[in-house]
């Protein structure tokens, strides 16, 4: 795959009334930059296309992720061929999820719009101030899920698993070497937008899937690092 163009994320603006966006921080940055369009409907070929072209994922990785939420929310479009309407995901509990690392929960706020609070208690958790490891993701993890579990909510063991794939896929996309930067993590994630320079990387599912099991063993094992990190943190 080829490297993005200098000036790919150079056309970024906001959502405009009457412009759909969803829980996703990746799909929401890909319609602001018009990658896919910006009314937030996109058909499976257009997310395919944009996922490989400007998030670095692999072809046969991409389409398992539209075709996945083309079953679960696709609609007719034009000449019958089904397409994706972003506001559709923010559906509880088929592809958004408690214990979101961006967003409240469903049952506590709002599902769809990005919780400042909540992206700069994941940026505060990088231990080395610069950067996101898997180490880190698998604390806010683990806050997140705990944070959810308050006032007896009863947390979906869904929830925890699709929070590591997604975690993993934040790693996957942004990741520069041994981390995600901090800079890069809050654009993305908070003004939802397309980190400049992004390489092309081919990230397949056998590496997302990886990923998500590091995170789910550091944050889990009690000996871990990680889990200790996140106890220490929830006491605060």
């Known amino acids: 795959m ?3 163009s200098a000036d790919a994320t150079s056309d970024w603006q906001p959502a405009q009334p009457g412009e759909q966006r969803s829980p996703c921080p990746a799909l929401n940055s890909l319609a602001n930059h018009g990658h896919i369009p910006r009314s937030g409907i996109a058909t499976r070929a257009q997310l395919v296309s944009a996922m ?12 398992k992720l539209a075709q996945a939420a083309l079953e679960k929310f696709g609609r007719p479009g034009e000449a019958n061929e089904q397409v994706l309407h972003l506001q559709d995901l923010c559906q ?6 408690d214990a979101s690392l961006t967003r409240q929960d469903a049952h506590a706020g709002d599902n769809a719009k990005v919780d400042a609070g909540l992206v700069e208690q994941l940026l505060a958790l990088s231990k080395n101030g610069q950067t996101l490891t898997l180490d880190d993701l698998a604390v806010a993890h683990q806050i997140r899920m705990q944070q959810s ?3 007896g909510h009863q947390v979906p063991p869904k929830a925890g698993f699709v929070g590591t794939v997604e975690a993993s896929l934040l790693f996957c996309v942004l990741s520069r070497g041994e981390g995600v930067s901090i800079a890069d993590a809050r654009e993305f994630l908070l003004s939802e ?4 320079g992004l390489q092309g990387q081919d990230i397949t599912l056998a590496q997302v899937a990886r990923h998500a099991i590091t995170i789910a063993v550091k944050g889990n094992l009690p000996l871990c690092d990680s889990a200790r990190r996140a106890k220490e943190a929830l006491k605060k």
């Open 92 to 97: 509880h509990g088929k592809l958004e999820h």
């Open 193 to 196: 937008r397309v980190p400049h």
């Open 149 to 151: 579990a308050q006032g």
């Open 2 to 4: 080829s490297q993005q």
């Open 52 to 63: 490989v072209n400007r998030l670095g994922l692999a072809t046969a990785l991409a389409d």
